[in-house]
């Protein structure tokens, strides 16, 4: 985690332990409210000391659930909940060809869904190292969620 950080990349968090327990591993709406807020807060809080800065206030909720009162709970603890665009299904391991092939989709502005843990990813680096190339040559520009924020609504990154 500190050398991403150190290397430039937005550490944020996505949740303390991926809403165990009450949220079934999968969905904050599940938990209580002060279970919400404690697995934001024990999140944040683990990032913070890990990195030994306060790293943004932006969250990626396990499965992408965020609605409905979980909203206005966690208002008060994060900036934002970022959801994504472009989903490369690189957990189900389909072939670092379909991983590619995803990525290779996106428009300008969009958000794209990646894993780094659950085992081998060896096919998640083998997509990353066919696409990323391919997009910069496009002429795509790789920028931070903070980054992305910044743009006017509807504008493209």
Known sequence: M?????NGNQIATHTY??????????????????????????GLEAVDNA??????????????NYY?????????????????DVDTRDWSKPG????????K???PGQVVLMHDGGGDRSQTVEGLRTA???????????ITIDEL??????ASA
């Open 132 to 142: 990323l190339p391919y997009l910069a040559q496009q002429g795509y520009k790789f």
């Open 2 to 6: 500190r050398e991403a950080h150190d």
């Open 68 to 84: 409905g009162p979980l909203i206005t709970t966690l208002h008060p603890y994060i900036d934002a909940e970022i959801g994504w």
């Open 17 to 42: 332990d991926h809403a165990a327990g009450s949220g079934k591993g999968v969905n904050l709406t599940y938990m209580s409210s002060d279970e919400q807020v404690q697995e934001i807060t024990k």
């Open 51 to 64: 990195l030994g800065t306060q790293v943004s206030r932006v969250l990626r909720t396990p499965g992408g």
């Open 149 to 154: 924020m910044k743009y006017p609504e509807g």
């Open 96 to 103: 670092a060809e379909k991983i590619a092939e995803a990525l």
């Open 105 to 107: 989709s996106v428009k």
